[in-house]
């Protein structure tokens, strides 16, 4: 069945010292050979996608980007420098690649025109965004400007996860439970719902948000979300339960988990046409992700949705 993944990464050359901190735990090889692959936008990236049946990758700075540069102009310079580079990428091969437009959050009416310029002359089909911007959530009200942009837009952002902006006690002697294995979860679940207890939902209705490695956890605890607001209260402002919003305004993608039990949870949670196939390229195997949801138990009308069917909705295609 064709496939179409959201989150697939590539690096631009600017950013290959910054990666190297970023993931300085992974062992050598392994660096070299994601490296290799994150640079790569032909034979190998292409032979990939083939090997899965996936017809076309939108692909992503992977993190951190410009998240976590201080220099604000620095910042948007690069990002713009960055959309082009993939610009120029995805012209090699425009029936295969899309991207996610990369965006300097220290700059919200900045990283709005960026948007703007990535949908309406680049191209592409929405934003991928690394998380906080140094110690900045995106329910602040600074970012305003940049939801109002989204809304009017009608394109998706993707939040992505990245390490924590200080460092937490709770992690101390067990540097195992970093990154992906685990703290990158709680980072960005609890980013996700800043953004609905933060009325960034309620204020822009139409703002559609993905998260990936099946939304973090939260299909899992949207009864309990519901029950701790009703007995605390909504904050002021909130018209609705959490899970509402999160039905409504929130897509999630497979993207590095391939379980029929997480899988399962997730469509009975938010519903078949909010659960969208991604592999998490190439941190994780394009061929696994694939063989996984062909053979996941689901009826073929459902399997077409979450291969490939939400993500031609999401995006507009």
């Known amino acids: 069945m064709k496939k179409i993944a959201l989150e697939e990464h590539f690096l631009a050359p600017a950013f290959v010292e910054g990666f ?11 660096m070299q050979n994601i490296l290799t692959r994150l640079q790569d936008f032909g034979e190998q990236r292409l032979a990939a996608m083939d090997a899965a049946g996936i017809e076309r990758s939108f692909l992503s700075l992977t ?3 410009v998240q976590t540069e201080p220099d604000t102009a620095r910042a948007v310079r690069l990002a713009h420098e960055t959309n ?16 996610l437009a ?22 592409f089909r929405g934003a991928m965004i690394n998380s906080h911007t140094n110690g900045h959530y995106l329910d602040e009200d600074q970012y305003t400007p940049f939801w109002e942009r989204v809304q009017d837009l009608g394109v998706p952002v993707y939040l992505h996860p990245a390490n924590s902006y200080q460092k937490m006690q709770l992690y101390e002697g067990h540097p195992e439970l970093l990154g992906a294995t685990w703290s990158w979860t709680v980072e960005t679940a609890t980013h996700a719902l800043r953004l609905v207890f933060g009325g960034v939902f309620e204020r822009f209705p139409k703002v559609q948000l993905i998260l990936g490695h099946m939304g973090e956890t939260l299909p899992y605890l949207l009864w309990r979300l519901d029950s701790r607001a009703r007995l605390a209260g909504l904050p002021q402002g909130l018209t609705k339960l959490p899970s509402e919003y999160i039905k409504s305004n929130i897509v999630v993608t497979t993207t590095g988990v391939c379980a029929d039990e997480s899988l399962q949870c997730a469509l009975a949670a938010l519903g078949e046409d909010n659960v969208l196939f991604s592999v998490d390229y190439p941190f994780e195997e394009s061929e ?19 291969c490939h069917q939400n993500a031609a909705r999401v995006l507009g295609l």
């Open 84 to 99: 082009d580079f993939l610009a120029e990428k995805i012209e090699l091969h425009p029936t295969r690649f899309g991207g």
């Open 63 to 65: 993190s951190p980007g």
């Open 102 to 123: 990369h965006l300097a959050l220290q700059d919200p009416t900045a990283a709005a025109d960026e948007l703007e310029r990535c949908v309406r002359q680049l191209g």
């Open 20 to 30: 190297k901190q970023h993931m300085r735990d992974l062992p050598e090889k392994a």
């Open 288 to 306: 696994t992700a694939s063989r996984w949801i062909e053979q996941a138990p689901l009826s073929d009308e459902v399997r077409a949705k979450v």
